[in-house]
């Protein structure tokens, strides 16, 4: 089973809009989508933002006043609107969620297959 499916990356111009989701799965016994993630290469994974159950969010620097996390806790899925996109947002972004798969299992970190941003002109 997938525990996350994301949607929306792709190509965009500098200063245009992506809206990317992140589904998490339906059979699981529990999970908690926590945020977005990106990475580029030769460099570490960064949190972009992040987002608890009752909906407080957190950002990084260079996501502030660009970029708004959200949550359909209903569908269980969380959104990420970025506007604004910079060359520099180009990155493979990933949301991460906690959970378990059975009610026996551990808990354990899971996260989507990555979905590309590319900001060019």
């Known amino acids: 089973q997938v525990p996350l499916v994301e949607s929306g990356g792709g190509l965009v111009q500098p200063g245009g809009s992506l809206r990317l989701s992140c589904a998490a799965s339906?059979?699981?016994?529990?999970?908690?989508?926590r945020g977005w993630y990106r990475q580029v290469p030769g460099k570490q994974r960064e949190l972009v933002a992040g987002?608890?159950?009752?909906?407080?969010?957190n950002y990084a620097d260079s996501a502030k006043g660009r970029f708004t996390i959200s949550r359909d806790n209903g569908e269980n899925t969380v959104y990420l609107q970025m506007n604004g996109l910079k060359l520099e947002d180009t990155a493979v972004y990933s949301c991460?969620?906690?959970?378990?798969?059975?009610?026996?299992?551990?808990?354990?970190?899971?996260w989507g297959q990555g979905t590309q941003v590319t900001v060019s002109s």
């Open positions: 991460k969620a906690r959970g378990r798969s059975r009610w026996n299992a551990p808990e354990s970190d899971y």
């Open positions: 339906r059979s699981f016994f529990r999970i908690n989508i």
């Open positions: 987002i608890t159950t009752g909906g407080s969010t």
